[in-house]
């Protein structure tokens, strides 16, 4: 099994920052793209930042400059630095991998939990 721990959200004022990290363990041969989403209630789940195993970051408009997807992959851990933050930017942030467990097996969507950002005075 694969498992994502998030941690890392908690309530900031506008114009602060807050650092996201998702740790992922159990059986991993290869993680193929990683990325973050966000979701407001009663509004379909959006994509934030993506990165896929070997190529480009990718961001939605509404955070390129402000938002950044890192890694450390000793750690197995993917992280988002959220700059200046905006009042719009509150929401439930996942992160998400597209892993295969085995060299020759299917690869699989694995979400965090979910952490709460909230962005207000």
């Known amino acids: 099994q694969v498992q994502l721990v998030e941690s890392g959200g908690g309530l900031v004022q506008p114009g602060g920052s807050l650092t996201l990290s998702c740790a992922a363990s159990?059986?991993?041969?290869?993680?193929?793209?990683r990325g973050w989403f966000r979701q407001i209630p009663g509004k379909q789940r959006e994509l934030v930042a993506s990165?896929?195993?070997?190529?480009?970051?990718k961001y939605a408009d509404s955070v390129k400059g402000r938002f950044t997807i890192s890694r450390d992959d000793a750690k197995n851990t993917m992280y988002l630095q959220m700059n200046s933050l905006k009042p719009e930017d509150t929401a439930v942030y996942y992160c998400?991998?597209?892993?295969?467990?085995?060299?020759?097996?299917?690869?699989?969507?694995?979400w965090g939990q979910g952490t709460q950002v909230t962005v207000s005075l």
């Open positions: 990165w896929p195993t070997g190529g480009d970051t």
């Open positions: 998400n991998i597209q892993a295969q467990q085995a060299r020759f097996g299917e690869e699989g969507d694995y």
């Open positions: 159990g059986t991993l041969y290869s993680i193929n793209a």
